[in-house]
Every structure is written in structure tokens, then in C-alpha cells.
């Protein structure tokens, strides 16, 4: 089977490096602003923001990134079985930092495939995944009638903004260990019984 991953706080732990820096750089705690329900960029400053998270995307701070729990090892294990497609909302020039992430930590994938920030689903039709495993709820928001499945990896992500899955989404998964799960029953199923 095909198997989708996306990969900023699926794979990567991109909130934690984001956390950690803006507290560094700029001594604002991000998890406080979470919990009052407010977004950091007002506080760090919208030209500094977008300059880390451009930094963050687009040099080895990426690899630097530690692996969510659980993702290097259930992604190599699935690797041995199926073919794992990274499919990142990032743009084509912030793809050499992901590869470089990828190849860190051995993690072997038969496509990388970039929307440049744009919706998910013409790609994961298009490339005839199975299942797509992605932190965002509104990356699934045009999976309704899709062939591909939406698994929704949930709490993964640093947002002040609580998300909202459309009711087409039912997987909503809280560990690797939970995605791997469903991909065996997937497996089991002929890949097609659990949409």
C-alpha cells in the first residue's frame, strides 16, 4: 500500500524546536500563550516570526528537529511493507531540509511531494495513497468522498486555536504506535474497508 505522511509535527517535531527557540530568541513562552488561547506572532513581532519559521524550514534547522515519538521506528517498520510518501504542505525550496531529516534518521521514502502550502487531497489522489497521517484537520477538509483515508494525528501541535475536524474524519490518533495499528487493520482489510 501507499502510505501518506505528512511531515512538520508528524514526523519532525516542528512545535518543539518553534517553542524552544521563541523562548531563546525572544524569552516569549509559547505553551503559556496556547493556554490563553493567543498566537505568538504578536508577541515575538511578525517580521522576526516569519523570519525564524523561514530559518526553521529552510536550513538544517529542520534537521535538528527531534522525531515525534514513536515516528522513526513505526515509520521504518511500515517502510519494510509499504511505500511511504511524504506529503508536506511546504514549498518546493524548504524540500532539501526535509530530505536531509529523512536520510538523519534512515527513514526510507519512495516520493517526497510538496503542495506549496496548497490543499492535500488532488496530490493524495494523485499518487494513490491509502491512508494520509497528518497533524491538520484542514488539510483534510477536501477528503470528503476521497478515495484516500484521513488519519488525524491529534494534540501534535502547538496552535491557540482548538481544531475542528470535519465529521468525515474519524480516525483521530494519538500515538504512531495508533497509526500503525491502522494501517495493519487496513492491511487486513484490503486496504479499503475503514474510509
Known amino acids: 500500500m501507499k502510505i501518506g505522511l505528512d511531515f512538520d509535527d508528524t514526523l519532525a517535531d516542528f512545535s518543539e524546536m518553534l517553542v524552544r527557540l521563541t523562548?531563546?530568541?525572544?524569552?516569549?513562552?509559547?505553551?503559556?500563550?496556547?493556554?490563553?488561547?493567543?498566537?505568538?506572532?504578536?508577541?515575538?513581532?511578525?517580521?522576526?516570526?516569519?523570519?525564524m519559521l523561514k530559518e526553521m524550514l529552510e536550513t538544517d534547522l529542520t534537521v535538528e528537529m527531534t522525531p515525534k515519538d514513536g515516528a522513526v521506528e513505526v515509520a521504518r517498520r511500515l517502510a519494510m511493507r509499504h511505500d511511504l510518501v511524504i506529503l508536506t504542505a511546504r514549498y518546493e525550496r524548504e524540500?532539501?531540509?526535509?530530505?536531509?531529516?529523512?536520510?538523519?534518521?534512515?527513514?526510507?521514502?519512495?516520493?517526497?511531494?510538496?503542495?506549496?502550502?496548497?490543499?492535500k487531497g488532488v496530490a493524495a489522489r494523485e499518487h494513490g495513497l491509502i491512508v494520509l497521517f497528518d497533524d491538520t484537520a484542514k488539510n483534510f477538509d477536501d477528503f470528503v468522498e476521497h478515495p484516500t483515508i484521513p488519519a488525524l494525528f491529534v494534540g501534535a501541535t502547538v496552535s491557540p486555536r482548538p481544531q475542528e475536524p470535519g465529521a468525515h474524519i474519524r480516525h483521530h490518533l494519538n500515538h504512531w504506535r495508533e497509526f500503525e495499528a491502522l494501517v495493519e487493520r487496513l492491511e487486513a482489510e484490503g486496504g479499503l474497508a475503514l474510509g
Open 95 to 119: 524540500m532539501p531540509s526535509a530530505e536531509r531529516w529523512l536520510a538523519r534518521y534512515d527513514i526510507p521514502a519512495s516520493e517526497m511531494v510538496c503542495t506549496d502550502r496548497g490543499p
Open 23 to 51: 523562548q531563546e530568541r525572544f524569552g516569549v513562552d509559547l505553551l503559556e500563550l496556547h493556554r490563553q488561547g493567543k498566537p505568538g506572532k504578536p508577541e515575538v513581532g511578525a517580521e522576526r516570526w516569519d523570519a
